[in-house]
């Protein structure tokens, strides 16, 4: 723990935590830059100012990492669309964007892969890797230092995906989605599927998206536990549970009557929210761990990127303006304080 790491990925990972902030669809539609639902990052192309200010915001507060926005930045995405035409000019608009923010902050530089939502098994394998290999390659065109390749439910599409950017010889952080279940698609544990995954190459593991750190935690022990080496954990920063242990199943019946269905993912999520303590919580549970590359995936804000950072001993640049509540008028502690109003704190 402590102040960041210097050099790259791996050389970082040997001396202490890595932190790579993530979240950026759902920060983005929340600001009405970026639509839920079919989540296409076009926001690049049309409001490029907007994603430029939101990595310098999550450097701010403390990630070591910047992410290129390409997540489903992909054919299959864009065909849904009809917007196939766009597909080169949003990588390579998001790998230009991230990179000058890299560069200019001492960054790490990432491109990122992400579950096809066309994968089904070996038939469908080869029409998949030619989707990761042209997004890997515009991100080996744009010098990242790293690929991300996230949220995958199925193993086989996640060791494609390490297989295309180890092929690019580039560093592979591969990192599976658990839903209810705690299994891939095809019936794997995660922790057999994380061995696998390090078996076929690639140099950091883990776990992200789907899962709040309740539900993440104990399927990190059962990883640390088979896998050697550098492990990863990037939980979506929500209250889920044994009974609903992933951010799609969770069901608010408080708000039940004003939802358009009876599902609070992806838009009606706000009651569920972790607080920047148990974001915290979780970095230093999951560092105890040995999981050393830690960020927060959907849902993310740069307060919960400065939570974690925090937790793990650093001051990013952003704790300038960490809570410091001993000059509130109603529960400070300055002596200079009105007495009638500290008084009155229990009226509030």
Not at 61 to 84: C, P, Q
Not at 184 to 194: D, F, K, L, Q, V
Not at 302 to 324: K, N, Q, V
Request: net charge negative; proline share 6%.
């Amino acid at each position: 723990m402590g102040e960041p790491t210097t050099g790259g990925l791996l050389e970082r990972l040997d001396q202490g935590a890595v932190i790579c902030a993530e979240g950026y669809l759902f920060e983005l539609e929340r600001r009405g830059y970026l639509q839920a639902g079919g989540f296409v990052p076009e926001v690049v192309l049309e409001h490029p100012e907007k994603v430029s200010e939101l990595h310098r915001e999550f450097v701010h507060a403390g990630s070591d990492v910047v992410e290129a926005f390409t997540y489903y930045a992909h054919r299959e995405k864009l065909r849904l669309i009809g917007k196939e035409d766009l597909l080169e000019a949003i990588n390579r608009q998001a790998l230009a964007l991230a990179r000058e923010v890299a560069r200019e902050t001492g960054s790490l530089l990432a491109g990122d892969v992400c579950n096809t939502n066309v994968y089904t098994g070996s038939a469908s394998a080869d029409a998949v890797r030619g989707m990761f290999e042209e997004q890997v390659g515009w991100a080996a065109d744009a010098g990242v230092d790293f690929v991300i390749g996230e949220t995958f439910s199925w193993l086989g599409e996640a060791i494609l995906a390490t297989e295309v950017i180890k092929d690019a010889g580039l560093p592979a952080v591969i990192t599976l989605a658990v839903h209810r279940r705690p299994e891939t698609r095809e019936g794997h544990s995660p922790a057999e599927a994380c061995r696998r995954l390090k078996d076929a190459g690639a140099d950091v593991v883990g776990l992200n998206c789907s899962r709040g750190p309740r539900t993440m935690l104990p399927l990190l022990a059962d990883i640390r536990a088979a896998v050697p080496g550098h492990l990863a954990a990037l939980p979506v920063p929500y209250r889920t549970n044994d009974e609903e242990p992933s951010f799609q199943s969770l069901r608010d019946p408080d708000g039940a009557a004003a939802l358009p269905d009876d599902r609070a993912f992806p838009t009606a999520l706000d009651p569920f929210t972790c607080n920047r303590y148990e974001i915290a919580e979780f970095a230093r549970a999951a560092y105890e761990l040995d999981v050393r590359y830690l960020g927060v995936c959907c849902g993310a804000a740069p307060h919960h990127i400065r939570a974690m950072a925090e937790a793990l001993g650093r001051t990013p640049a952003g704790s300038r303006y960490s809570a410091d509540m001993s000059k509130h008028a109603y529960f400070g502690t300055d002596p200079t304080l009105k007495p009638e109003y500290r008084e009155y704190a229990s009226e509030l």
